[in-house]
């Protein structure tokens, strides 16, 4: 299958790095500078400048004034990513100086000052990227290392080399200045924002968590209304257990949006909740953690004048072509838990889960469809509605709703079980850790187990459910999809970095601990309308991701054309003047 666009840009992530030590980047500059000046000292290559004074210097002025003068405006720079803008810059330099010994030595102050040009410009996109995309002020902490290395040129050269220099700069940043315009062009046409300021945001968010990020989603975001349906379950003893399907989803990453939504809804219930996943796609992302509130009240309005059932059937498998269900019904709500595991279990479009719950009201009254979301091979699109993929949903959904319907109801009971992880988000876990709920039903015991990540490695749900069989009948393992464990890549399961075989104890655990939780219990259903939530909207990421695929295919032609030109115009400023 071919990779869709949104597919395409999520494995943009494997260009994201992290800054080496400003030490390791100081201690390079300085090394660069020596040996230029030990080459310069030997009599076969007489160089007129010394590599310490050129180079070295210029770079450590940049990296000292850099970091304060963006601070002075209110954003934020580390030292580690202005030492390693002093050295890309420095080894562009050296690079395009030294170029100068395929033509002629003599033409070392011309290569020389385009590469102080070349710097000023590369310096003034890249701070214009990564720190503030008001280019007016990046002039001036651009300029920084070029500044100095102009100086530099005059001591080592000649007055007129520092006219010559600035003319070229410039060149060079008029011609970086378009191409930031043309870079930006495309998003502002499309979604009406910048860009760069959108990088900006991104790189405050990794840098201290800033939440910028939320206002751009909020100026592409569209309202919509879902519903969500509940199962509110209450024990004999007076626990209570609220199991719910969101029809949105927990992203786009970390704390932005809704990248934590199942452990807000959790801690805003005085039930023991389970956040399970929806029909949804990143299409529904939330634009801002605060759209959880109409979430939260609206599920809390659904409560209103419920009426408790005490009956519940046994639980059953179906499997149609790919697809694997585990279904239940309570009271009056039918529960489905679908799988495609070992095969690609990825996010259903919106439309699949609407039409089953659409098809089962004619039997039920509440559809809970969870999608179990346990089986990551790699990053991939979601299952649209009317795909092969997806008919094979419908038609195991209709079929399931057909076979429970005729179904005797008996008496039920509940447990339920919560613990925590000693393992990190890095790691593939969020913040809930694991929860177990298990159904007893005439004897039969049905574990629901649910883990706080964003899928799982193949084979994951496998291992677990062979341990987890053998202490109940029928059982299925699920995640919350939280987005929270995602940092910056899209992928980030449970299983590669913390093997099954390492936390299964504790889902055992939690699925025993839920056995001896066993009560006799009562259910009541409910479907919430969430309504008025803004979410990225219908194929936003779509457009999105096609936007910036299609920018990026002409970026490096036209990156390639414009260096060119300035590379051109300043071969005819230096005959000019000269």
């Not at 790699?378 to 094979?392: F, G, M, Q, W």
Request: hydrophobic share 50%; net charge negative; charged share 15%.
């Amino acid at each position: 299958m071919a990779q869709d666009s949104d597919v395409r840009l999520g494995q943009l992530t494997r260009f994201l790095f992290t800054a080496p030590s400003w030490q390791r980047s100081l201690l390079t500059i300085v090394i660069l500078g020596v040996i230029i000046d030990l080459a310069s000292a030997r009599n076969w290559v007489r160089l007129p400048f010394s590599g310490t004074v050129a180079f070295t210097i210029p770079a450590l002025v940049g990296f000292v004034l850099t970091k304060p003068m963006i601070e002075f405006s209110g954003k934020a720079m580390t030292w580690n990513r202005s030492a390693l803008l002093a050295l890309s810059c420095t080894v562009f330099a050296v690079i395009i100086t030294l170029s100068s010994f395929v033509s002629n030595v003599a033409l070392i102050p011309f290569f020389y000052a385009i590469s102080l040009g070349f710097v000023f410009g590369i310096r003034l996109f890249v701070l214009v990227a990564i720190a503030d995309y008001r280019i007016s002020r990046m002039l001036i902490p651009a300029l920084t290392q070029s500044g100095t290395g102009i100086l530099a040129g005059i001591l080592l050269f000649s007055i007129s080399f520092g006219l010559f220099a600035l003319v070229l700069h410039l060149v060079f940043g008029l011609v970086f200045i378009i191409l930031i315009w043309l870079i930006e062009r495309p998003l502002y046409r499309a979604f009406r924002i910048r860009g760069l300021a959108f990088v900006n945001a991104f790189i405050a968010y990794t840098t201290d968590g800033s939440k910028g990020m939320e206002d751009f989603f909020r100026e592409i975001g569209e309202e919509i209304s879902v519903p969500q349906v509940c199962l509110f379950f209450r024990q004999a003893g007076g626990k209570q257990v609220l199991f719910t399907v969101p029809n949105l989803h927990p992203g786009p990453m970390g704390e932005i949006g809704g990248g934590n939504l199942p452990k807000i809804l959790h801690d805003n219930f005085e039930e023991e909740t389970l956040v399970a996943h929806g029909s949804a796609s990143h299409d529904f992302n939330l634009v801002s953690e605060s759209e959880i509130l109409k979430v939260i009240s609206a599920v809390r309005d659904s409560k209103r004048g419920l009426t408790y059932l005490g009956t519940a059937t046994r639980s059953e498998r179906l499997d149609m072509g790919s697809v694997h269900l585990l279904y239940q019904r309570f009271g009056d709500v039918l529960l489905i838990v679908s799988s495609r595991s070992p095969e690609r279990t990825e996010d259903l479009d919106y439309g699949i889960g609407m039409a089953i719950m659409a098809e089962g009201h004619r039997f039920f009254p509440h559809i809970a469809f969870v999608d179990a979301h346990n089986c990551m091979t790699d990053l991939s699109s979601p299952v649209h509605i009317a795909t092969l993929i997806a008919n094979e949903y419908h038609e195991a959904a209709l079929e399931a709703m057909e076979l429970n319907r005729a179904t005797g109801l008996s008496p039920f009971a509940i447990g339920v079980a919560h613990h925590t992880l000693p393992y990190s988000r890095e790691q593939g876990f969020g913040d809930l850790g694991i929860q177990a709920l298990v159904v007893e039903v005439s004897g039969q015991k049905t574990a629901y187990v649910l883990i706080d990540g964003n899928n799982m490695a193949q084979g994951v749900r496998e291992d677990l459910l062979r341990q987890i069989l053998a202490l109940v009948d029928h059982a299925e393992v699920m995640t919350t999809d939280s987005h929270v464990v995602n940092t910056i890549s899209g992928k980030n399961p449970v299983g590669p970095r913390v093997p099954a075989g390492e936390f299964s104890a504790f889902v055992l655990r939690g699925v025993q601990s839920a056995i001896e939780d066993l009560s006799p219990a009562e259910i009541a259903g409910s479907t919430a309308q969430c309504r008025n939530v803004v979410v990225f909207g219908s194929d936003r990421i779509s457009q999105l991701a096609s936007t910036v695929n299609a920018m990026l295919i002409f970026i490096a032609p036209l990156s390639l054309a414009l260096l060119l030109l300035a590379f051109l115009l300043s071969l005819v400023t230096f005959i000019v003047i000269v």
